[in-house]
């Protein structure tokens, strides 16, 4: 019985469909900005970040695109994502930046991975369960009060860890609050704060491997900062919250035209009419809508690509459909192939514009691709 349920499921024909939207991922891209970075800091070495679906790029697909690239570690933001990379076949060293249950931890699942312990009862917790080493970072809270252990418990963090061998301090982290020019001032305190919790450290362990504060928008802090690693998330994808390194876009999304119709002047479009055409048009559907990852903030705001045209969107964004004006294109047709987000940044519809229509951050958009659609690298 066994076998033959094996045999079935070996040589059950596959399934094979060309996607309506398909999320494509530029690896020559993704490689070139760590590289700038890495060439922009020597004195660093770069810790790509992963979490969050890879910042909606695809945690599987990015993660194969460093495979063989020099960094001391990638990091995922749960056990989930670290456990997802290694049943995937990623060999990568692994550090799980965010919270873990002594559980999850003492599993025994995950090899070749580092967690993060991101408070003085989670350390109390796990230290006491520990029967085997296991590899970890301590973060330290400097100022932004969200996770880390505070600088009062530093001391005592230090008794916890020396009172168990299996505790492998193998790195300390922190994390800045405001990491531009604007908020320099409060951010020098955190480094200040950070270089003396540093040196403590230095002086109770001498096999520490890695000291990291700054992400991609803290390195303009980096001469100040005493570290070996920078945690590098949004550069990798092409955005740098301060312009300090050339970086390009590492992503398109692409859909397809579902229908096309012609409606009358005074005629409605979408969800509470909520556009009236001022004239004849033509509108075609997109099968895209907030589920997605078009964002209901571009109702009436936004653009989509067709045909090297921006075509207004119309109406509500719904969600699974967006509706655009495409009067401007001659021929126009079902099939067409639509950019719902393009990587050129001078597009209307660049990351770039569509943060600055919708009031937000790169970071925002790109997570909410869902991971269900399909990434393509190219």
């Given amino acids: ?21 398909e999320v494509f991922v530029f690896k020559d891209v993704i490689l070139k900005n760590l590289r700038s970075f890495q060439a922009a800091y020597p004195n660093l070495q770069m810790a790509p970040v992963l979490k969050s679906n890879a910042y909606g790029h695809g945690l599987f697909e990015v993660a194969s695109i460093l ?22 076949g990623i060999k990568q060293k692994i550090l799980v930046i965010g919270y873990t249950t002594p559980e999850q931890i003492l599993s025994k699942k995950l090899q070749n991975v580092s967690y993060t312990i991101i408070g003085i009862d989670q350390l109390k917790q796990t230290a006491l369960k520990l029967e085997t ?12 009060h969200r996770q880390g252990v505070l600088e009062e418990e530093v001391s005592r963090s230090i008794q916890i860890i020396k009172q168990n061998k299996n505790f492998v301090l193998e790195g300390v982290c ?112 997109v099968p895209m809508g907030y589920f997605e990852g078009e964002d209901i903030r571009l109702s009436g705001k936004g653009f989509l690509k067709v045909k090297d045209k921006f075509c207004p969107i119309v109406g509500r964004v719904s969600m699974n459909i967006t509706t655009i004006d495409v009067s401007i294109l001659e021929d126009v047709k079902v099939g067409d192939s639509v950019v719902v987000i393009s990587k050129k940044r001078e ?12 009031g937000t951050i790169p970071r925002e958009v790109w997570v909410k691709i869902p991971a269900h659609l399909r990434r393509r690298i190219i």
């Fill in 1 to 21: 019985m066994f076998f033959s349920r094996l045999l079935n499921f070996l040589f059950k024909p596959r399934i094979r469909y060309n996607p309506l939207i």
């Fill in 347 to 358: 597009d209307r519809n660049s990351i770039e514009n569509i943060n600055k229509i919708c």
């Fill in 174 to 285: 922190t994390h800045f609050a405001i990491a531009h020019k604007e908020g320099e001032r409060f951010t020098r305190t955190q480094i200040e704060q950070w270089r003396k919790i540093v040196q403590t450290f230095k002086k109770n362990f001498s096999n520490v491997k890695y000291f990291h504060a700054a992400a991609t928008g803290g390195l303009m802090f980096a001469s100040e900062t005493e570290a070996n690693v920078a945690r590098l998330g949004v550069g990798l994808y092409g955005h740098d919250p301060n312009n300090l390194v050339k970086l390009e876009p590492t992503l398109e999304v692409r859909s397809v035209i579902s229908s096309v119709k012609s409606i009358k002047k005074g005629e409605a479009v979408g969800y509470e009419t909520s556009f009236m055409a001022e004239k004849d048009m033509k509108i075609a559907t």
């Fill in 67 to 88: 495979e063989d690239e020099k960094a001391p570690f990638i990091i995922v933001d749960s056990f989930f994502e670290a456990l997802t990379l290694r049943q995937k």
């Fill in 133 to 144: 080493p296991v590899n970890f970072h301590l973060k330290i809270d400097t100022g932004m």
